[in-house]
């Protein structure tokens, strides 16, 4: 199944499921990976709405080129505009119009985060019925295209990629997977890492023993009270351990945490991080 611009109508009513549209010179990477997995799951049972289109279509000389060389000079070709507004125009001008924000996956953006996949989801704090994501290529994109067209831009890291399509991937599959019913459980969602501005909790399976490494005995206790509070203590200290600043982005450490820590005998790691009870 496909949701390009080529054979369009192919993809879930937009009615019933939450669309996205992405601009790309590369429908095809985003096409294949999005007919696995989780999101090709949620293609299948018409909860995702994925539309690719061609930017190159929109080109308007014979060779459709896209791109041009940076006026003052410099090493690199720049994303022209005019193919990106026309292809954008196209799709506002359809039946369907076009879904804002609008995107532009940029190094110059904020950084994504879980966050942010909640808002564009439109799941509890958010209200976006779906949205619109721009791939860049070469050394960027036309500023005009930032200034004029786009509503926001959003970065993946701080790294530099050969062009948008990952980047755009990454923010289709953490919204996508946070929409009802595309998990499976949709307690899942909830349970993950940054869900609640922590790391989660340690995970394990059968055999309870495996070469000598035994799954902790809280586990298998079948008190299940005991078993939230051991996985609320274990994400607090993986946090504390290894990502800090999200616990410094919460405002610290609740009381009712550090108890918690100490009822489980974490108290070095709250020594290290400058806590008292």
Do not use: K
Request: charged letters at 25%.
């Amino acid at each position: 199944m496909t949701g390009t611009d080529a054979g369009s109508g192919t993809g879930p009513s937009p009615g019933h499921a939450f669309r996205i549209d992405v601009f790309t010179l590369f429908p095809g990477v985003i096409e294949h990976y999005a007919d696995a997995s989780i999101l090709g799951r949620a293609r299948a049972q018409g909860r995702l709405d994925l539309r690719t289109h061609d930017v190159r279509e929109s080109a308007s000389d014979p060779h459709r080129s896209v791109d041009d060389a940076t006026f003052g000079g410099g090493a690199g070709m720049v994303l022209a505009p005019e193919p990106v507004f026309t292809a954008v125009e196209r799709v506002e001008a359809s039946a369907d119009g076009l879904l804002r924000p609008f995107i532009l996956l940029s190094p110059s953006g904020p950084t994504f985060n879980q966050s942010t996949a909640v808002r564009l989801g439109g799941s509890p704090g958010g209200s976006a019925p779906g949205f619109s994501l721009l791939c860049g290529r070469y050394e960027g994109v036309d500023q005009r295209v930032a200034d004029h067209l786009v509503d926001e831009e959003l970065s993946i890291g701080d790294f530099v990629l050969a062009g948008g399509e990952l980047a755009a991937l990454v923010v289709v599959e953490a919204v996508a997977r946070l929409l009802p019913g595309v998990l499976g459980n949709d307690l899942s969602a909830e349970d993950e890492s940054f869900a609640t501005g922590l790391l989660e909790y340690p995970h394990y399976t059968r055999p309870a023993t495996f070469r000598g490494w035994e799954v902790p005995e809280v586990l298998r206790s079948g008190d299940h009270g005991r078993v939230e509070r051991w996985r609320r203590a274990e994400a607090l200290v993986r946090t504390l351990r290894r990502r800090p600043d999200l616990i410094e982005a919460r405002g610290g450490l609740a009381p009712d945490e550090v108890r918690l820590l100490v009822e489980h005998g974490e108290v070095q790691v709250l020594r290290d991080h400058g806590y008292d009870w």
